[in-house]
């Protein structure tokens, strides 16, 4: 089975800085997008950033500039650096995966997309 992984979250500052990391266990074969939501209470899950398997990234509006987003491709990781936070930038983020092509321990392909636990950014003014 695969699971993603968050480290990273945790409390700041504005204008403080984070890094968020979200690892995929299992036995992946390759995965199309590698990315981060996030959500706070009584709003819809929002596209922070993710970047494609060819490299291509999008970022979530008005995002870009203050995050940036990576992926170690053999490692089946994805890190998201926020610098300049602010308390908007508050919410419970969650790594996302689509298209993860993995093996079972029988051989069996499977393709589906996964979502992480979320791990809670919280910035202080």
């Known amino acids: 089975q695969v699971q993603l992984v968050e480290t990273g979250g945790g409390s700041v500052q504005a204008g403080g800085s984070l890094r968020l990391s979200c690892s995929a266990s299992?036995?992946?074969?390759?995965?199309?997008?590698m990315g981060w939501y996030r959500q706070t209470p009584g709003i819809e899950r929002e596209l922070v950033a993710t970047?494609?398997?060819?490299?291509?990234?999008r970022y979530g509006d008005s995002l870009q500039g203050r995050f940036t987003i990576s992926r170690d491709h053999p490692k089946s990781t994805v890190y998201l650096q926020m610098n300049n936070l602010k308390p908007d930038d508050t919410a419970v983020y969650y790594c996302y995966a689509h298209n993860l092509v993995h093996y079972r321990v029988d051989g069996t392909m499977v393709l589906d997309d996964y979502w992480g636990q979320g791990t809670q950014v919280t910035v202080s003014p």
């Open positions: 299992g036995i992946i074969g390759s995965i199309a997008d």
């Open positions: 970047e494609a398997s060819s490299g291509s990234r």
